[in-house]
């Protein structure tokens, strides 16, 4: 369907840029069960409770250790210096460790990805605001043709305005061009 050219530029616009997404729902989608496994373990090892269990756990350990190596000297599973439980968590920080990486290079590149999406939206909406600003100025050249076909002159046009209260009808200059 061709368009009459007095439509002018907004009605000419044509929306050739990326349709806009939701982009954490574009990553949800796309995430692998081992991703979603190391993001698990991350969140997990990184907050309060975990460091609570696992200090109370270490307290109990510890606290058996040392009552059973006092009352049955034998029965103490891992007595001083706790070589087990050094064993354990050395264990528990060679795959925690990685695992949380993982997770933190997934949120970088999240992070960028998003950047990126931001950046396509701004550069979208810039485009689609110039359009609109290109419009208004082209109904403003219809607007003033038609005053001039009605025989009011610009002085009488700008002296009704400032009746309006409008003190600076130009205040961007005379061509359109941000001043800013
Ligand atoms: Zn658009």
Redesign the pocket.
């Known amino acids: 369907m061709t368009k009459p050219r007095l439509l002018g530029p907004a009605a000419f616009f044509t929306?050739n840029?990326a349709p806009v997404v939701n982009v954490n729902d574009v990553l949800q989608d796309n995430v692998t069960l081992g991703q979603k496994v190391s993001d698990r373990v991350a969140a997990t090892v990184g907050s309060w409770p975990f460091i609570i269990i696992q200090s109370i756990m270490l307290s109990i350990w510890i606290g058996a250790n040392v009552y059973l190596a006092i009352h049955w000297k034998d029965k103490a599973f891992d007595p001083y210096p706790f070589i087990l439980l050094n064993l354990v968590l050395s264990f528990q920080a060679a795959y925690t460790g990685p695992v949380v990486m993982m997770s933190q290079n997934r949120q970088a590149d999240k992070d960028r990805v998003m950047a990126e999406h931001d950046y396509q939206i701004n550069l979208?909406a810039e485009q689609?605001i110039e359009v609109i600003m290109r419009h208004l100025a082209y109904q403003n050249s219809i607007l003033i043709t038609m005053m001039e076909k009605l025989g009011v002159s610009h002085e009488e046009a700008e002296s009704a305005l400032r009746a309006h209260g409008i003190t600076d009808p130009l205040p961007m200059g005379i061509d359109g061009a941000s001043t800013v």
């Open positions: 929306h840029h979208k689609e």
